[in-house]
């Protein structure tokens, strides 16, 4: 419990599992990847006109970073946002789309020690990186650059919510090599 100024007490919410986690870390971590999402929502949305599904999981994302309680909404359209990516065309547009699905799916992150969680806090970094290399001519140290810039935005609560699990799992595809640098940048700056 915290006792603010005026003697009130107010209970902080937490999250428990392999380890515990504040709604306010939640918060936190959301923000980072709603950046992120953010960022490449406009690539999705030129790709595919008049879906709505990826900005409703962003819009979802930002009212639980913004103090709402979390709930089905983050779900919902966590779950939308991936079938969009999935039946987008271009690879660009299935990226930011799943993007958008990481930043609503962040409210859930589950407190348990399995690297696939990591990929809900550093995917949409990853997937920005590689849409930047993708627009740039398949350009490697462009996302090298994109990639150097998420790390610079972590703030110390996401590198310590990071620490919690282990580093992510080694992938084959450049997202997965992209997330796989991000995550040990940010580990080595703890």
Do not use: C
């Not at 107010?10 to 986690?21: C, N």
């Not at 936190?28 to 953010?38: D, G, K, N, T």
């Not at 580093?167 to 796989?180: E, Y």
């Amino acid at each position: 419990m915290v006792r603010p100024a005026g003697g009130k007490i107010a209970v902080m919410a937490t999250v428990s599992g392999d380890f515990e986690l504040t709604m306010s870390e939640l918060r936190e971590v959301a923000r980072y990847v709603a950046e992120s999402a953010q960022e490449v929502l406009p690539v999705f949305e030129e790709a595919v006109p008049g879906d709505p599904r990826p900005r409703a999981a962003i819009d979802a994302a930002w009212e639980f970073v913004n103090g709402a309680k979390r709930t089905k909404l983050q779900r919902v359209t966590s779950l939308d946002a991936h079938r969009a990516a999935k039946e987008a065309e271009a690879e660009t547009a299935r990226l930011a789309a799943r993007a958008a699905g990481d930043a609503a799916a962040t409210a859930y992150l589950h407190p348990i020690a399995r690297a696939t969680q990591v990929g809900h806090i550093l995917r949409a970094a990853a997937s920005a990186a590689r849409i930047s290399e993708l627009n740039a001519g398949d350009d490697p140290s462009v996302g090298d650059l994109h990639i150097e810039r998420a790390r610079r935005r972590a703030t110390p609560t996401v590198i310590a919510v990071l620490s919690r699990y282990p580093f992510a799992p080694t992938g084959k595809n450049r997202t997965a090599r992209l997330m796989n640098v991000l995550d040990a940048s940010l580990r080595a700056s703890d």
